[in-house]
């Protein structure tokens, strides 16, 4: 068992609200995270995503404002098409697509949000560390 | 084959005088063959028309519009080509205005070559040859029936030979950003080999060219390295097929999908939570 380094994209007008939501709340969830809050899902270029991995990073969540509440009306219909295809593109490489997680957070979720970094730091550790892909 | 060259000189013979000229392949005088500027007052010029190796030539349309915005041209172009126009087209780097298409069909054993699903134009009103059936592409099938482990191997292997000339970029006719992200610091380490996994430089050329890339197979042919690109972009533009309703070069009409908002459902077929 590891622990697995994850890196979480979070939009500031939803999702970066929604984890203060759980944290004001006091959920729990593990530590695995280390949060990156950006202005807009639409923001985050695969570029980004794949140098996270490079950088070795095991997993990379990008989370947004639910299809429809962005707050730049259509900023993350961008992300759920790029996402979409670079999921695709990282199975093409060998890399599992479960280190991706892709979701959307509104700010009263904070529930949402701490199920969420559970499951998909459990769901990461299931795969190995991914420098040892990298060798 | 021969029979085909014929039609075709016959066809540019009769084009000739209605525009400035006709871009085709043409033999040069040590055999090497080039995309090349037919003139109407060069008839002659046609003796060494050529066929085959096929080579980039809506690259060849869009330097000489550029410098001729007004030219009445035609062009000489496969199935590939004619989807990498029409793609020009939607990204405002050709245009269709004074432009005739002079379609031409391969033939079995050059579809074979290229593993080509559509041998054939679509949109060209002046045709030669009769087309045929796209065939199957044998190495990427092969590729999307391996294990995750063994995907990585292959690209492991594939990517180390990679020299990193930039030569399937600077041959796509669909690569023409004036600033490419592969020439970025932040992804693509200047002065270094791409790492073979993940190859970054692989990977983000390829998330580029999503509803992009005509399957030309220009890339794979100018590769030193012989590695087989072309897996990864027929493999997304399944994908774009199936999640976007979207393929390369056949409606003009059509906008690509990868910008803009979702439509009608784009989000369920995606694939996301
Ligand atoms: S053409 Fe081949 S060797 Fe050159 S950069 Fe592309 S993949 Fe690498
Ligand atoms: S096959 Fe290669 S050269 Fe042709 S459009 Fe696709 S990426 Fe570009
Ligand atoms: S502002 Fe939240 S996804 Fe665009």
Redesign the pocket.
């Known amino acids: 068992m590891y622990e697995p380094k994850i890196i979480g994209f979070l939009c500031n007008w939803c999702s970066y609200r929604g984890a203060d939501t759980a944290g004001m709340a006091r959920m729990k969830y593990p530590p695995n995270v280390k949060i990156i809050r950006v202005p807009c899902s639409g923001r985050i270029s695969p570029e980004l995503v794949l140098r996270c991995f490079r950088e070795g990073a095991d997993g990379v969540m990008v989370l947004g404002c639910h299809i429809g509440d962005c707050h730049y009306a259509n900023g993350n219909h961008r992300t759920a098409k790029r996402m979409a295809i670079l999921r695709q593109l990282l199975e093409y490489n060998g890399i599992e697509a479960q280190r991706l997680c892709v979701d959307w957070v509104s700010a009263a979720e904070g529930e949402k949000f701490a199920t969420l970094i559970a499951s998909f730091t459990e769901q990461v550790r299931q795969l190995a560390p991914f420098v040892e892909i990298m060798q | 084959m021969s029979e085909r060259l014929t039609a075709l000189r016959e066809t540019i013979r009769q084009i000739l005088p209605q525009v400035d000229g006709v871009i085709g392949l043409k033999t040069g005088p040590a055999g090497i063959v080039a995309p090349y500027l037919f003139k109407p007052g060069h008839p002659e010029m046609l003796d060494s028309l050529a066929l085959w190796p096929k080579e980039p030539v809506p690259d060849t349309l869009k330097i000489i519009q550029k410098a001729y915005p007004n030219a009445r041209l035609a062009i000489v172009c496969r199935g590939c080509e004619e989807r990498g126009v029409v793609e020009m087209f939607k990204h405002a780097q050709v245009s269709l205005e004074n432009l005739t298409l002079i379609g031409l069909q391969c033939v079995q054993e050059e579809a074979l070559f290229c593993r080509c699903a559509k041998p054939y134009t679509v949109h060209a009103r002046v045709t030669v040859g009769s087309p045929i059936a796209g065939v199957p592409d044998p190495l990427t099938e092969a590729f999307a029936a391996k294990s995750q482990a063994e995907k990585l191997a292959f690209w492991k292997e594939q990517?180390q030979?990679?020299?990193?000339?930039?030569?399937?970029?600077n041959i796509c006719p669909q690569c023409f950003c004036n600033v490419c992200a592969l020439e970025d610091e932040k992804w693509v380490e200047t002065g270094r080999l791409?790492l073979p996994n993940p190859s970054l430089?692989?990977i983000i050329r390829a998330m580029h060219m999503t509803a992009k890339c005509v399957a030309c197979r220009e890339?794979e042919e100018?590769?030193?390295?012989g590695?087989p690109?072309a897996i990864h972009f027929r493999l997304v533009a399944r994908d774009v097929k199936e999640m976007f309703h979207y393929e390369t070069g056949a409606v003009i009409e059509q906008k690509p999908p990868q910008l803009l908002t979702l439509e009608e459902g784009d989000y369920e077929r995606s694939g996301l939570p």
């Open positions: 990517f030979h990679c020299i990193k000339c930039y030569g399937c970029r791409p430089y692989h890339c100018t590769c030193p390295a590695i690109l």
